[in-house]
């Protein structure tokens, strides 16, 4: 009994401890009110320059308690922080709205989910308010401009590729996880932005083929993008790409390309 109590409050202070790390704060756009956390280097200051990094949750983790977009991925980046500093935002999607503008239907004969992406479209407000977002941020003095990257999972990989459509000669490096988009709008910033791709190859819930499809038409362009799949990994390769040891390091190492 005693050490399941003591395993207990580990958990629990563990959870207090993720929840005082990354500061609460919202963003006023459009007459409503975007969640979202942010943590800054524990040294922070304001004469120095640091990273912007934004992090895309999944559809599960929507609402407006500016708490559950942290479920997967911000312990990762608590912990990389020390060794790579940055300003990490994890905006929360509302309840009723999408990251990336998408159709979506369920194929029962394939067991898996159907999604289209459309070229053209105007953005849904949360990319709208995220997009805003990011440029307050980028009028601080503190931000290094040529090293701002998305990252994203399921919902938020779509994200990530929407993210680069729109703004194509913003991000310094993109991680897509188990997204999708619409491979047309690849040529907006093949060459300018880098990207690792994973996907698990049993996912039914966005199956690999919209990343091997986007993978490939940057190969077209003449890219030099990452994917990788893991085998008998279904949805949740989140799990999987978090625990890349190279995944920061790469991430890190990239800067704009100034043209």
Not at 174 to 190: E, F, H, L, Q
Not at 224 to 240: F, Q
Request: aromatic share 12%.
């Amino acid at each position: 009994m005693r050490l399941l109590l003591l395993f207990a409050l580990c958990i629990g202070y563990s959870a207090i401890s993720q929840q005082q790390v990354f500061d609460k704060a919202g963003f006023e756009h459009q007459d409503k009110t975007l969640p979202y956390r942010i943590l800054k280097p524990i040294d922070f200051d304001e004469s120095k320059t640091y990273p912007l990094h934004i992090f895309l949750h999944g559809s599960g983790e929507r609402g407006d308690d500016n708490q559950a977009q942290l479920k997967h991925g911000s312990e990762l980046f608590i912990k990389q922080n020390p060794t790579y500093p940055a300003i990490v935002i994890f905006p929360q999607c509302p309840a009723d709205d999408y990251w990336a503008q998408r159709t979506y239907s369920r194929n029962e004969k394939i067991g898996a989910n159907v999604f289209k992406f459309p070229k053209e479209s105007e953005p849904t407000w949360a990319m709208s308010a995220v997009m805003a977002l990011i440029d307050q941020y980028l009028e601080e003095a503190y931000i290094d401009k040529n090293r701002v990257y998305v990252s994203g999972l399921s919902m938020g990989g779509m994200g990530t590729f929407e993210l680069l459509s729109r703004r194509p000669s913003l991000f310094a490096a993109a991680t897509p996880i188990c997204g999708g988009g619409n491979s047309d709008n690849v040529a907006k910033w093949a060459q300018q932005t880098p990207v690792w791709i994973f996907h698990g190859e049993d996912d039914n819930v966005v199956p690999s083929n919209y990343s091997k499809v986007m993978y490939n038409s940057l190969l077209k362009m003449k890219a030099t993008p990452k994917l990788t799949l893991y085998k008998n990994v279904g949805h949740n390769s989140w799990d999987n790409a978090f625990a890349e040891k190279k995944l920061f390091a790469w991430i890190y190492s990239k800067k704009r390309k100034i043209r």
